[in-house]
């Protein structure tokens, strides 16, 4: 029988539950409120008569940081941001496609050495950015883009142009965040500045969600209903739907937007700052890259850029292009030593890049990340350093040899229209100093590579490593706001030019003079090449002379045509393209070109 003393413990338990159920439901409720914003609303109260939006802390902290274009294909999800900006100074250029927008900002970037930034809409707007955002990480180059998104609530509810967009870009940028507050826009987009440009630079995707963008009076709108729900579940529904919507508006400052100075373009907050792997190096100072570019020919022997910023010192003719990977298929493989005692000094902002294939093909003595500052000493230490002239002599007879090959191969025939060969080097011969060329194409491309050389750093914009047609619109689009002064040349192949052509309408829109050689010998040839004599067929190689000029001109750009009829007047063309350039029109000289043997045995894959 049990005894009153052994049941007293087990009454007990009751006033203890109880007060564990209390205390948990406490717990609940006040973390219901805290994830709801409800303490924060009570110290920073919500102006619901408004007309300010979290666009304008967007433009502000760009503003901040010295951008001055915004590139962009207008969406109903970003439409706050882009006006923000525009009443800002910020110019707003608006393309005819997303992934032009993305290249443009990077065009910027390398060119200005800054962060080059995007502005496109939710979902599909997003999506056609990704080709151009490799393109970017592959290159090194530190761009923002800012992605608009569906409203908080209504993500992964089926909502229009809902996708997991930041599953999308993680791979690809260094950092990815979906800004869920109006109070978060700043420190977030400080902190997506900062790591676009640190360690190993390149492309940082921001999210911003309509609710954060637009003014509260219209978000409580398209969220609350206008007349509460006479059930208490329909209350508490329209209640939280509120609440909701005044955590996301409520400000983190004091009425009025901050000034655009150091509280929004310093240093990112502790633990906000992302980076791609330890131990790299910051980037150089634009003017070190610069300074850095310019020392080729300080140093009496070659540095061989082998994919992006990399670089090896060896006794090796000049490469044709900086920037131009100097280990591409394309050309015959890998460009490697051939003598296993060579020295080899390897450099690279990417460690992980640095040393791949190390242990196969070579092994670095040394191994530098910063190189900017690395050629600047290694030019610097090699002063007064001669080298055997029999070797230098080798070298220039080799240049001689090979300069007689291309005079041969420009004066032989061709079945019909012009030799590219030729016109290739009469555009050589034409090209201004103060020009930036932007190459976009495969064998066309391909054979001005060894023809028109740039007239300076920076000064030559191509796919890169990542061997992507349609970049040329976009570059273009970049490379001459950036640099006005210059007149940008860009050498299409035909293919690759229909990835370009309806952005003339942007150039015109703009008034942006830019100036398009086409060497259209109707078909993707560098493809062919291979194709036709390795497997016996031609199939969807082939493409049409189609009238290139006279499409531009119906988008309202100039229009000139170069074939076999006016052959004699091709630096004549050349001239009136420059001159119509110069007088503000953007231009497309179409060139009928034939085929030749020039680049016979170049492969694509």
């Not at 007293?8 to 717990?27: E, H, I, K, M, N």
């Not at 131990?279 to 610069?290: D, I, K, L, Q, W």
Request: hydrophobic fraction near 40%.
């Amino acid at each position: 029988m049990e005894t009153p003393a052994a049941a007293a413990p087990a009454g007990s338990l009751f006033p203890s539950f109880l007060l564990l159920a209390c205390g948990t439901l406490v717990a609940a409720l006040l973390g219901a409120a805290h994830r709801l914003g409800l303490f924060y609303q009570l110290l920073h109260k919500v102006d619901k008569a408004s007309v300010r939006h979290g666009g304008e802390n967007v433009a502000a902290v760009l503003r901040a940081h010295g951008v001055r274009f915004i590139f962009t294909l207008v969406g109903g999800h970003i439409s706050p941001l882009l006006v923000a900006c525009e009443k800002l100074g910020i110019r707003v250029v608006d393309t005819r496609h997303e992934v032009t927008a993305v290249f443009a900002a990077d065009a910027m970037a390398r060119l200005s050495g800054t962060v080059g930034v995007a502005a496109v809409t939710a979902g599909p707007g997003l999506t056609n950015t990704v080709t151009a955002v490799k393109n970017a990480q592959m290159a090194q180059s530190p761009i923002l883009l800012l992605g608009g998104a569906a409203s908080t609530l209504l993500q992964n509810r089926g909502a229009l142009q809902a996708v997991d967009q930041l599953s999308l870009f993680r791979p690809l940028c260094k950092f990815c965040v979906s800004v869920r507050r109006v109070r978060d826009i700043v420190p977030t987009l400080r902190a997506a500045m900062a790591a676009a440009q640190s360690g190993t630079p390149g492309p940082v995707f921001v999210e911003l969600p309509v609710d954060v963008l637009y003014p509260y009076f219209m978000v409580q709108k398209e969220m609350v209903p206008a007349k509460p729900p006479k059930g208490l579940v329909g209350r508490v529904v329209s209640w939280s739907l509120g609440a909701s919507a005044r955590g996301t508006a409520a400000p983190g400052h004091p009425p009025g937007f901050p000034a655009a100075g150091s509280a929004l373009c310093g240093d990112p907050e502790p633990g906000q700052e992302a980076s791609d792997g330890a131990g790299e190096s910051g980037p150089a100072h634009p003017n070190v890259c610069r300074q850095a570019s310019g020392c080729r020919g300080d140093l009496g022997c070659s540095l061989l850029p082998w994919r992006d910023g990399t670089g090896a010192v060896r006794p090796q003719p000049p490469p044709p292009h900086p920037g131009e990977p100097q280990c591409g298929p394309e050309e015959g493989g890998c460009h490697c030593p051939s003598s296993h005692s060579s020295k080899i000094i390897i450099v690279n902002r990417n460690r992980e890049e640095m040393l791949l294939n190390s242990d196969i093909f070579w092994k670095p003595q040394e191994a530098v990340q910063d190189v900017g500052s690395f050629v600047l000493k290694l030019v610097e230490g090699l002063q007064g350093q001669t080298w055997a002239p029999d070797w230098v002599e080798e070298l220039r007879e080799a240049d001689r040899q090979k300069e007689q090959t291309f005079r041969e191969k420009a004066a032989m025939p061709v079945a019909q229209h012009l030799n590219p060969v030729q016109v290739l080097q009469l555009v050589e011969e034409t090209l201004p100093d103060n020009s930036i060329l932007v190459v976009d194409g495969g064998d066309f491309v391909g054979t001005a590579a060894h023809l028109v050389q740039p007239r300076g750093p920076l000064r030559w914009l191509d796919p890169g490593a990542f061997g992507t047609l349609g970049v040329g619109a976009g570059f273009a689009l970049g490379a001459k706001l950036c640099r006005p002064d210059a007149e940008v040349w860009c050498l299409f192949g035909d293919g690759a030019f229909g990835y370009s052509l309806i952005e003339f309408d942007t150039f015109v829109r703009h008034k942006i003079p830019v100036m398009a050689l086409v060497g259209n010998d109707a078909g993707w040839t560098q493809i062919s090449r291979e194709q036709v004599p390795s497997l016996g067929s031609n199939v969807a190689c082939g493409l049409a002379y189609t009238d290139y000029h006279k499409a531009a001109m119906g988008l309202g750009a100039r229009g000139l045509l170069l074939s076999r009829e006016n052959e004699d007047q091709v630096v004549k063309v050349l001239h009136d393209a420059q001159q119509q350039c110069r007088d503000g029109h953007p231009v497309v000289v179409n060139i009928l070109i034939g085929r030749t043997d020039f680049r016979d045995g170049s492969i694509a894959v």
